[in-house]
């Protein structure tokens, strides 16, 4: 019984070095901004994991999460800035979609505005 412990043992370790292998893999998103829908915007603070599968590598993420509808000819009246989120998305997708600093803090500021003028007009 000893041995399959030890074997099982080893086995757990090569996965979490796998693991952290594959998170290491990815770092260079962190401080990434994106944009995956034209009321989401995201700024990756860390790599949880990475879940790979047939499609490719699934990266999930902490992240602050900008909700905020910035067209002009929809009348929203939900917008909110989260500072502990999280979420996933295929590696392909976060690269074609990653936006600057910049575009990311003037949706916050958007967003804040937005939220501000609400608050006001209640």
Do not use: P, W
């Not at 019984?1 to 998170?23: F, G, P, S, T």
């Not at 009321?39 to 900008?66: L, M, P, Q, W």
């Not at 800035?81 to 990653?98: D, P, T, W």
């Not at 505005?113 to 007009?121: F, G, L, P, V, W």
């Amino acid at each position: 019984m000893n041995r399959i412990q030890k074997l099982e043992a080893e086995i757990q370790k090569l996965k979490k070095q796998e693991a952290d292998k594959k998170k290491a893999k990815y770092q260079y998103l962190v401080g990434k901004c994106i944009h995956l829908a034209h009321t989401s915007y995201e700024k990756i603070t860390a790599i949880v994991r990475v879940n790979t599968d047939e499609i490719g590598d699934e990266v999930v993420f902490d992240c602050i999460h900008v909700y905020f509808d910035n067209r002009e000819d929809v009348s929203n009246s939900d917008s909110s800035i989260q500072l502990a989120s999280y979420a996933g998305e295929y590696v392909e997708r976060i690269e074609k979609n990653i936006i600057s600093q910049e575009v990311f803090d003037k949706a916050m500021d958007d967003c804040f505005a937005h939220i501000k003028r609400m608050s006001i007009n209640v």
